[in-house]
């Protein structure tokens, strides 16, 4: 896949929505590809994370281990974005990914991204918007659990 | 003991602690709860305010400092390294007053007693710095003596976790194939074996092979048209397009208006890339081809193509565009500008290249020849005679444990070992990593074997999984050993503390708690409390 193609799908990924195509363009030739084949890790539960992933083709797993046991959280396809809270700000990986199937991917890491966000802070602005969005996303869902709970507690 | 600083501020108070021989002891405790202090005042660096240090009933300061130095081994977070081979480093410990006398003979001798005369009427040491300075027991036959040397050294390399960054430094490294036939030879024959097992090795894919007559994918342009090493400047990646020979092939082989045609459009996509970035930007290292402050003169460059053409450009200016193309590789840049046409051109101009190269110029590139060994080129170029392929995960890393592998099954690795264990750490080991100086301090001291090793949060660049490693092995090799050494452990992570047997925890300056550790485990204590946090 050509860079060109690459910024395309970039493009496409919620995250980056509403960045200019310069800056598309700029992340894409500052990120890596990277293959996997199946079942290599992409990185395990509580790794430092410096780096996410956007997936060019084929399937990535999120899973958690309880108490030994593998749990599959979710399955991952073309376009998705993975990792993404860790370029962001310093957590440790919440979950262990690895690849379902031989999967291509762009790797944007962590010091590259920061650096492209303190030179152009509109790409800030347009983050900030998506990440508000999925914050009210997540606060709604959480009082509908709560309203949930409550009313399951009631009765 | 009670230990202030310089403000009279009380750093350990009133500590009572004994450790016998043997032990093995971990002090925890957060940075300011005086566990550092501890470590540090018990090789000297602090002079207790009241109490004292003493070592088999002597206080510590009436000790001499030889003694001290031969029977404690000290290592913290924060290492100074003299510039010195990695080799040196390590043995540096070992290295207190010669042992005898070096060999001198003719004007050598001359120099060397002139040399004791004058130190002695200046009263400076006349000590030997060519004589042997290695103070190490084992192998008293001399014929044994290196190999004893290499065996501990790659024991500590082991224990330290820096057999890997050696092995590295070694792959790295050059060797010149006429002070070393034997290795050459064997070299050769590794690499034949690789070609053979590149399934079996699960290499295929993973490495791209040499072959003179196929273009290197994962090679740039500039090292596919000389498909060979430079030696000396002449063809050096910076000088390649100012060569007239070059020059004259590129010409001829019509391959040089091809390179300036996709020069502009390279030159185009980057500008438009990087523009808006200020030349320093440290994202500019991203970009192997352009360097930062070039950017103007490129898009200069542009505007002149824009008014005048191509054909308006003068030679200079077209090989700015040529030397572009010469650093690009496809599948790391993915711009779409090496396609069929191209490398076969390229492949051409290669063959013609070595054909007609002069006389003269014969000796300054060293070809990729899959037969033959390459001294200008490193010991893994020679064992691999191809490139890691762009974009696999974890790809240069699998590279080298196939070729770790492969070393170790023909009983090459200590060669390489060697080879590694010559790299330079440079001024105050600022070619080695943090994680590598400390884990070089940490060979330092065991690499002594003293009566007592004390460790003050020794591996603090390390992450805690590689920590826990290198822990666990240096811990069993000091209970192995015949003369089991004490050791005292500053541990900056309560979970490293299931290597040893006792354990004392810091609270403000306090023993909070000291004891076995399987019976602190069990009381619900300080440690207790530390673990579970």
């Known amino acids: 896949m050509l860079l060109k193609e690459e910024v395309e799908l970039l493009g496409r990924v919620a995250l980056f ?22 079942g290599d890790m992409l990185f395990n539960q509580n790794d430092p994370g410096d780096a996410a992933y956007v997936v060019l083709s084929g399937q990535a797993e999120v899973l958690i281990k309880n108490d030994d046991r593998e749990v599959v959280l979710a399955t991952l396809e073309k376009n ?22 031989r999967l291509e991917t762009l790797c944007i890491e962590k010091e590259h991204m920061l650096k492209l966000i303190k030179e152009f802070p509109g790409m800030a602005t347009a983050l900030m918007q998506v990440l508000a969005e999925r914050l009210a996303n997540t606060t709604a869902a959480l009082s509908d659990c709560r309203n949930e709970l409550a009313s399951l507690r009631g009765a | 003991m009670t230990v202030s600083d310089d403000a009279g501020n009380v750093l350990i108070n009133r500590v009572r602690l004994t450790v016998d021989k043997g032990d093995q002891l971990a002090v925890l405790g957060s940075s300011n709860s005086g566990a550092d202090v501890l470590a540090e005042t018990l090789v000297r660096l602090h002079v207790p305010e009241s109490g004292q240090v003493t070592y088999g009933g002597t206080d510590m300061f009436d000790l001499n400092e030889s003694f001290l130095g031969r029977r404690i081994g000290y290592a913290s977070s924060d290492v100074f390294l003299p510039q010195a081979s990695l080799r040196d480093s390590l043995l540096y410990a070992l290295k207190h007053q010669p042992i005898g006398d070096a060999d001198y003979s003719g004007p050598d001798q001359l120099a060397r007693e002139r040399f004791v005369a004058e130190a002695r009427l200046t009263e400076n040491s006349d000590l030997d710095f060519g004589a042997d300075w290695l103070c190490f027991a084992e192998g008293a036959d001399p014929s044994q003596r290196s190999y004893a040397v290499h065996r501990l050294l790659v024991g500590v390399l082991e224990v330290c976790g820096l057999r890997d960054d050696v092995l590295n430094f070694g792959l790295r490294g050059k060797v010149d194939p006429e002070a070393n036939p034997g290795f050459v030879e064997q070299t050769l024959a590794v690499r034949a074996m690789l070609r053979q097992r590149m399934d079996e090795l699960k290499l295929t894919g993973l490495v791209e092979l040499f072959d ?8 740039t342009v500039g090292e596919n048209l000389l498909f060979g090493t ?43 890339l990087f523009q808006d970035l200020p030349p320093d930007h440290e994202l500019f290292n991203q970009l192997t081809f352009m360097e930062g402050e070039r950017l103007p003169r490129y898009q200069s460059l542009l505007r002149k193509v824009k008014q005048a053409g191509v054909d308006g ?41 070595k054909d007609g ?3 003269e110029l014969s000796g300054a590139v060293s070809f990729y020849d899959p037969a033959t060994y390459n001294a200008a ?9 191809g490139r890691v392929t762009y974009g696999i995960a974890r790809g240069p890393e699998r590279v080298s444990e196939a070729i770790a592998g492969l070393l170790k099954e023909q009983g090459l690795i200590d060669e390489v070992l060697g080879i590694g264990l010559e790299y330079d750490v440079g001024s105050g080991g600022k070619r080695l990593s943090s994680a590598q100086r400390q884990k070089v301090g940490l060979g330092r001291a065991v690499i002594k074997q003293p009566d007592l090793l004390v460790f003050n949060r020794v591996l603090s660049a390390l992450d805690a999984r590689q920590q826990a490693t290198v822990i666990r092995d240096v811990m069993r090799l000091a209970s192995v050993q015949k003369d089991p ?14 290597f040893f047997d006792k354990i004392c925890v810091f609270t403000e300056g306090k023993v909070a708690e000291v004891g076995l550790r399987h019976e602190l485990d069990k009381t619900k204590g300080v440690y207790a409390q530390l673990l579970a946090s």
């Open chain 1, 17 to 38: 929505q509403g960045m200019q195509p310069s800056q598309l363009k700029l992340l894409a030739f500052t990120s890596k590809r990277l293959t996997f084949e199946k």
């Open chain 1, 80 to 101: 998705a974005i993975i990792g993404e809270i860790a370029i962001l700000c310093d957590v440790p990986r919440t979950a262990s990914v690895r690849a379902a199937t």
């Open chain 2, 212 to 219: 003179p007559d196929a273009y290197a994918n994962q090679a």
């Open chain 2, 230 to 272: 430079p030696v000396g400047d002449t063809f050096q990646p910076q000088n390649l397009v100012r060569n007239d020979y070059l020059y004259g092939i590129l010409r001829s082989s019509g391959l040089e208006p091809v390179l300036v045609e996709k020069g502009i459009e390279l030159a185009e996509t980057t500008i438009g």
């Open chain 2, 313 to 353: 450009l003068e030679r200079d200016e077209r090989n700015m565009l040529v030397e572009l193309m010469f650093d690009y590789i496809e599948p790391q840049h993915r711009m779409g500008l090496v396609d069929g046409d191209l490398k076969e051109m390229v492949l051409e101009a290669r063959q013609a290249f």
């Open chain 2, 357 to 359: 190269l002069p006389q």
């Open chain 2, 377 to 385: 080129a490193s010991v893994q170029d020679n064992l691999l005679m």
């Open chain 2, 485 to 498: 050494p004490a050791v005292i452990w500053v541990l900056s992570n309560a979970d490293h503390a299931e």
